[in-house]
């Protein structure tokens, strides 16, 4: 983790959220178990969905100072996000099957402003490749996932809420 | 699904999502670029109302309505020393303007000074007998420490005071009781523990041979580590006194961790503060999701607390770290109040445009302490944007 922090922006704790955080987020953001089947009988396409979150992670520290919000004041808009979408997959009827949906960007934009875009890249490849890496299809597992999301996502949100 | 209806159920998806984020969470933070000529301006402002507005016997309007163009009964010493404190803060940066004002508002509180033991007290204006509040003496005596010929006997008189009120845990009592000869037990205030606390530290870099920094180690022991929780503070105070006393103690020593810890604990939360303040516009939508817009005492604290911590964070080497976001930060807090000043222009549509120039108004009413804590506030932000 010293190694990537070194490409990003301004990793040092207690200015930014964990990457771990973020990382784990990701995974619980493609929620594979839930996901899985309906993201292959679509045809989403997790390169595209990668290639669209190094992008945001890109235009993050720019598209937020135009936005005016903070990297703090974003970690919490992230947070309502995240939990938000997880509400959804526990109560929603329909799996989504997109991947890149607006849940994938708000990470991407935190991260890639919290962390910068190679650690962002990195994350997002691994919650990515657990579509291929996890093979059965489970939706009280998925659903397990999505409450993960949501206390992972309260972290998120309280980081942002306590920091500088 | 075919593709085209899930692509167009994304972008919907987005659409919505982008804008109910915009909207109600993540609003903008108006934090304009602040300039050395703005932030002088402003100040000049303040120091003209100071002047403008100060009667023969050195008291101030403590409280002015707009709407009846009346004062609001009421005149407390706590408030007319910490006017005293900006003005001094003020001309010690070269803003000699203020030294006027500031000399006949000193000249009315040594009418109520209370002199007992070893000590000197800034008593009470309306019933001298009753306990005397701490902070008007601890608020006195940072004033008296921004002179350029400081009147040390009076400080040591009043420092003295300041210690006889600190109880051997670190905490600081609200009242001293003439009534018993002794610091009222159980009773603190939210202002007057830092207030203190810094107000002794000032005391030390003027004399710091005479130990008022084993006493200012004592509170500050307390507030980092047991403060909040043991006089029920909940949620925990963003003690803008005591960013301004970890400024003044990391010129002498470095924190240790908890001392650190606590403030950057501070930092959190006046950075919270001023984050979520920055997004109030006063609209009524702005209204509605965020609430109305601070005092202008509350701003101009936000400020001066950040650019406290950011003055302590130069020095200290375990808040090296924060330096620059408390910069960032307390810039921000200025813009809040260079924009909220009423100038020249907008004082007219008032009834006594003399009284509201220069000011910060909260439901047509401005104190004292708005223009103290703002300009000290600004201040502050100054010594930042000139490195």
């Known amino acids: 983790m010293g190694e990537l922090a070194q490409f990003a922006p301004n990793s040092n704790p207690p200015l930014t959220a964990s990457l771990w955080l973020s990382i784990a987020l990701f995974v619980t953001v493609v929620n594979s178990p839930l996901r899985r089947e309906a993201v292959r009988k679509a045809g989403a396409s997790s390169t595209i969905t990668w290639i669209g979150v190094i992008a945001l992670a890109w235009f993050s520290g720019p598209l937020l100072d135009r936005l005016d919000v903070s990297a703090p004041n974003w970690r919490i808009a992230t947070g309502f996000v995240l939990v938000a979408a997880a509400v959804i997959d526990l109560t929603g009827k329909r799996v989504e099957p997109l991947l890149f949906r607006p849940e994938i960007g708000a990470l991407a934009l935190q991260t890639g402003r919290d962390h910068g875009v190679l650690p962002t890249a990195l994350a997002a490849a691994i919650g990515l490749a657990t579509l291929a890496l996890w093979r059965h299809q489970s939706k009280p597992l998925g659903r397990a996932v999505a409450l993960a999301q949501i206390g992972l996502a309260v972290l998120l949100l309280l980081d942002g809420v306590f920091a500088l | ?387």
């Open chain 2, 1 to 387: 699904m075919k593709y085209g209806r899930r692509l167009r159920k994304g972008v919907v998806a987005w659409a919505v999502a982008a804008a109910g984020v915009r909207v109600f969470i993540a609003q903008p933070e108006h934090c304009a670029t602040v300039t050395d000529a703005s932030l002088r301006h402003a100040i000049d402002e303040t120091i003209a109302w100071a002047t403008r507005t100060q009667g023969d016997d050195g008291r101030w309007i403590y409280k002015y309505d707009t709407v009846t163009d009346g004062e609001v009964a009421g005149y407390e010493l706590v408030r007319h020393a910490g006017l005293i404190l900006a003005l001094n803060q003020a001309g010690a940066a070269g803003f000699d303007r203020a030294l006027v004002p500031a000399e006949r508002a000193n000249a009315y509180a040594r009418r109520f000074l209370v002199h007992r033991d070893d000590w000197t007290a800034l008593g009470n204006i309306d019933a001298p007998t009753t306990p005397i509040d701490i902070g008007a003496s601890a608020l006195w005596l940072a004033a008296l420490s921004y002179e350029r010929s400081p009147d040390l006997d009076t400080m040591r008189g009043l420092a003295r005071f300041l210690a006889v009120n600190v109880f051997a845990n670190g905490s600081v009592a609200e009242k001293w009781d003439p009534a018993t000869g002794q610091p009222k037990p159980g009773e603190f205030s939210p202002f007057f523990t830092g207030e203190t606390m810094w107000a002794l530290a000032r005391m030390h870099r003027l004399a710091p041979t005479e130990g008022w920094d084993h006493v200012v180690d004592r509170i500050l022991r307390y507030v980092a580590t047991e403060r909040d929780e043991a006089e029920g503070w909940f949620p925990p105070l963003p003690d803008h006194w005591v960013s301004y006393a970890f400024g003044e103690i990391t010129t002498w020593r470095t924190l240790d961790r908890d001392e650190a810890a606590y403030a950057v604990r501070v930092g959190e939360l006046e950075s919270l503060q001023i984050r979520y303040e920055s997004q109030r516009t006063n609209s009524w939508f702005s209204k509605l999701t965020r609430g109305n817009q601070a005092l202008g005492a509350g701003v101009g604290a936000m400020t001066e607390a950040l650019g406290a911590l950011w003055r302590a964070s130069g020095r200290d080497p375990r808040l090296r770290d924060t330096h620059d976001v408390l910069g960032e930060r307390a810039q921000c807090a200025a813009a809040q109040l260079l924009a909220r000043q009423i100038d020249e222009r907008e004082a007219q549509r008032y009834v006594r445009p003399a009284a509201v120039q220069g000011t910060w108004l909260h439901d047509g009413k401005t104190q004292i302490d708005d223009q103290q804590h703002a300009t000290s506030g600004l201040l502050a932000v100054l010594e930042i944007i000139n490195g």
